[in-house]
């Protein structure tokens, strides 16, 4: 029972893959760029699934994955032209198959009615198709073919009376579409002769002449005895896959097994005899008569579309194993204490005052580069593209242009850029929320797009790339643009702001990230749930990424994500100020900067500015700011980081010295203890003690909350 | 007053330290180790019991001046002091003490009420008194030694 479940849940997992084939596939072919392989890959996913659903008795699934695959078959075989009702109909059902997928595997029940409707969708477009009938295509056009019922191994026969050797004569006659649909015969007939004794003969009667030879055609017949202990159910369960494409004749002679399978009928004697043990090899073995050659040739062809047509998939997926998440964090956390043993270790030896030239130094510099690039390798094993992430993403469009009536189009890119599995995972729900967003709130009605002189069809855009050891992924519309003027009054009416506060753009569009904040006039069931951007900037602060806005009038609005690759490590500068030691992330640093005396200006009070490129930055004495020292040091003297926040602001944070770059393991403070705002997490250094990473964004937050009078803004922002 | 949860047949084990002059006692099942001081890293923003955080074998470990927390002066951290790593909840935080003293089994019955004292710290912690051989134990509840947001935030 255990191995069945297990088996049941690596179907499942099969499944997601083949419903992610799927929606790409599907997708491509909307977009008009699919070749007729992408149909034969979407079709095979929507087969293998339900091959497989027939498998574990989940009648449902088959039932509807059969209806949806012979709707498909007919695309493939153009009887049913791609055009954009189809296709949205196709996706539609891509999405239920991906529903009842997921229902079978909680076993939740299913809505009946929608299972019915889109069979009824489905049947209907088969039944518009089939106006033009086409003879290949026996049975695939058939919307009858909806009684299909999976032949099953039938487990409580086999308890039944004592098996007992029967004798089987079993005829297959594949037809070209076997082969096309990549099945072998080869495999069936292996298969065949692992179930007991097995005599098998190949029929090339109708074996053209070379010249009227169709190279994709199927010629050859087989004639099978098999002495099995097995019963009939499961012989025909081996063919399950393809008994559309053959024809298949099993007759039981439960006599003659008695006998012994000597002596095979009258069946075409001028044919050659395929021993079984040949049958590993794809091309038959045959005398060096002519028409025997093109035998060969001919069992070869099919076999060679076969490999082609799996060459894609084998590109896009080189071999995998699946590991359990758990055994890589694991790997991980070791990974992290050997990077910090190795610092330490390193740190004990230059204490030791070791030569640097001491062959100690040099087995040290050897094993550090040892240990980032094995901790390069196992957040490697982490690392995930965005691409289901973003499928997921397309459906939510999807959905919504239904729902809303408006058109929009989900145009994404970089979905190959890799990323932490958590970060995928956590950032899931944002991005459903800012796709929500970008379509209900930020891209217009047809009639209104097309009076602003744009395209009745929006587009909403989602990207990610790489930047500077970061990820960013950007949500952009081309609608409105968000209207500052009604983000602004609703902000005053909501007591958010002052009525009189001047803002610039910038920060009316941050509004948008306060707690509580909704635009939507009317509250819809698609967005304004009461959770708004505030709890996306949450989750997205919790990852340790930002989030900003660019939004032009009438033009849309961008949101962009930067997020760190990995949630593990960082690199980072490690800094002195007042005896502590603490790190700030490398990824804020703009410059760093030794001030001459007449750089440095004093602003008001107690306030001091820098001259930086042009322009000036606010000095923010780091040691002052944590409580470490209640005077501001002298920026003259110290080191000044310049560092950028996420809204571009910069600032300059005075230090008393840099004593290192490094990568560090970033260590939880909330696991024990709390967050602490301006500290993004801790982490171990050589020596053993903790030390704080700065989280520059908050830090800088809080430095200009306690210098202006805008603080219920900022504390609410911050 | 909340009564420390002891079933009354079944006697239980609490480790008995020392802070200044007066004696305190944990249930020793919420205590995980016992070491000496080490050097703690500063938190901003921090209330004044909590000293900082240290390594405990990879994971950061935040410390509670046990004698602050309970009013008394502030400890005076050296190598003579001991931290009780002690599990409240999810959470791993180590005590700072100033000598682990006994190891007492006891019932409920050994436990009696905390007088009515002014001191607001220890209505707060002690949970009962324990009196033997003449010394007199505050039994402390760990529940709300490490405070919530709110009130670290006021």
């Known amino acids: ?718 | 007053m909340k009564e420390v949860n002891v079933a009354a047949a079944e006697p239980r084990e609490f480790i008995a330290f020392r802070i200044g002059v007066q004696e305190f006692c944990i249930d020793i099942m919420s205590v995980r180790e016992i070491r000496g001081w080490t050097p703690a890293t500063a938190l901003p923003h921090a209330p004044a019991y909590v000293r900082g955080v240290i390594n405990l074998r990879g994971s950061v470990l935040p410390i509670v001046d046990l004698a602050e927390r309970l009013g008394f002066p502030q400890t005076d951290a050296s190598a003579r002091q001991v931290i009780i790593v002690v599990q409240v909840g999810a959470q791993i935080i180590g005590l700072l003490v100033d000598a682990v003293s006994d190891i007492l089994t006891l019932t409920t019955e050994n436990i009696q009420p905390t007088p009515d004292v002014a001191s607001d710290f220890v209505k707060s912690f002690v949970r009962g008194i324990l009196a033997i051989d003449g010394r007199m134990i505050g039994v402390i509840e760990l529940d709300g030694v490490m405070t919530t947001e709110s009130e670290a935030a006021a």
């Open chain 1, 1 to 718: 029972m255990d191995t069945m479940a297990a088996i049941r849940e690596t179907f499942f997992q099969e499944c997601e893959e083949q419903l992610g084939e799927l929606e790409v596939g599907l997708n491509a072919m909307e977009e008009g760029v699919a070749d007729s392989e992408t149909v034969n890959a979407v079709f095979r996913a929507v087969h293998s699934i339900k091959g497989g659903a027939g498998a574990f008795k989940l009648d449902r699934l088959v039932r509807f994955a059969h209806t949806f695959e012979t709707s498909l078959d007919l695309i493939r075989s153009d009887q049913l032209a791609t055009s954009p009702t189809v296709m949205r109909t196709m996706l539609r059902s891509a999405d239920l198959l991906a529903d009842l997928v997921k229902a079978s595997r909680s076993d939740h029940p299913v809505d009946e009615a929608r299972v019915e409707a889109q069979i009824a969708e489905l049947k209907a477009l088969s039944e518009s198709a089939k106006e033009a009938p086409s003879a290949a295509n026996a049975g695939g056009g058939d919307a009858d073919g909806l009684d299909f019922q999976p032949v099953l191994l039938e487990i409580g026969n086999l308890g039944a009376p004592e098996p007992q050797a029967a004798r089987y004569a079993i005829t297959l006659i594949p037809a070209p579409d076997l082969y096309r649909k990549g099945n072998e015969t080869v495999r069936l007939l292996r298969e065949l002769s692992r179930m007991g004794e097995f005599r098998v003969e190949c029929d090339t009667q109708h074996l053209p002449p070379l010249d009227a030879l169709d190279p994709e055609g199927a010629y050859l017949a087989w004639r099978v005895e098999l002495t099995t202990a097995e019963d009939e159910a499961a012989i025909h369960e081996l063919f399950e896959f393809v008994i559309d494409d053959c024809e298949l004749e099993i007759v039981v002679d439960r006599a003659a097994a008695a006998l012994g399978a000597n002596a095979p009928a009258e069946t075409a004697p001028t044919a050659p005899s395929v021993a079984a043990g040949a049958l590993a090899s794809p091309s038959v073995s045959a005398p060096a008569e002519p028409i025997e050659a093109v035998a060969a040739a001919t069992a070869a062809e099919p076999e060679k579309a076969k490999t082609e047509a799996a060459k894609p998939d084998a590109s896009a997926s080189a071999p995998t194993i699946r590991v359990d998440l758990e055994r890589v964090d694991r790997l991980i956390n070791l990974v992290g204490e050997l990077v910090i043993n190795q610092a330490m270790l390193s740190q004990r030896v230059l204490e030791a005052g070791l030569a640097r030239s001491s062959s100690v130094a040099a087995g040290l510099g050897a094993l550090e580069q040892l240990t980032r690039e094995i901790q390069e390798g196992v957040m490697a094993i982490r690392a995930q593209p965005v691409k289901p992430l973003f499928q997921r993403m397309s459906r939510i469009v999807r959905e919504l242009t239904d729902a809303t009536g408006k058109i929009v189009r989900l145009r994404t890119e970089g979905e190959a850029t890799e990323v932490d599995r958590t970060v995928i995972e956590r950032l899931a729900d944002p991005l459903t929320h800012m796709i929500r967003n970008a379509v209900d709130h930020g891209v217009e009605r047809p009639e209104v797009r097309e009076a602003a002189g744009k395209p009745a069809q929006g587009e909403v855009k989602l990207s990610a790339a790489h930047r500077s050891g970061r990820i960013v992924i950007e949500v952009s519309d081309d609608g409105a643009g968000i209207n500052r003027q009604r983000v602004r009054e609703i902000a005053i009416k909501k007591g958010l702001i002052a009525p009189d506060a001047q803002f610039t753009d910038g920060e009316i569009d941050n509004l948008l990230f306060m707690p509580g904040f909704s635009t939507a006039q009317s509250i819809s069931n698609i967005s304004g749930r009461g959770v708004g951007m505030d709890v996306v900037k949450r989750s997205i602060q919790a990852l340790g990424g930002r989030i900003t806005i660019v939004s032009r009038p009438g033009q849309g609005s961008i949101f962009s994500m930067s997020l760190p690759l990995t949630l593990a490590v960082l690199d980072g500068m490690v800094v002195k100020v007042a005896d502590q030691t603490l790190v700030v992330p490398l990824t804020a640093i703009v410059e760093t900067l030794r001030p001459k005396a007449g750089e440095v200006h004093a602003l008001g009070v107690n306030a001091r500015v820098i001259s930086d490129r042009g322009g000036f930055a606010p000095l923010i004495d780091v040691g002052q700011e944590l409580g470490y020292r209640d005077e501001a040091a002298d920026p003259v003297g110290s080191v000044v980081l310049v560092v950028e926040t996420e809204v571009s602001t910069r600032c300059a944070l005075v230090v008393d010295a840099i004593h290192d770059q490094r990568q560090v393991v970033i260590k939880s403070l909330e696991a024990n203890y709390r967050q602490v705002p301006g500290i993004a997490a801790a982490t171990i250094l050589g020596d053993g003690r903790v030390a704080l990473i700065l989280d520059i964004d908050t830090f800088v937050a809080r430095t200009n909350r306690s210098a202006t009078a805008q603080e219920p803004l900022l504390a609410a922002v911050g």
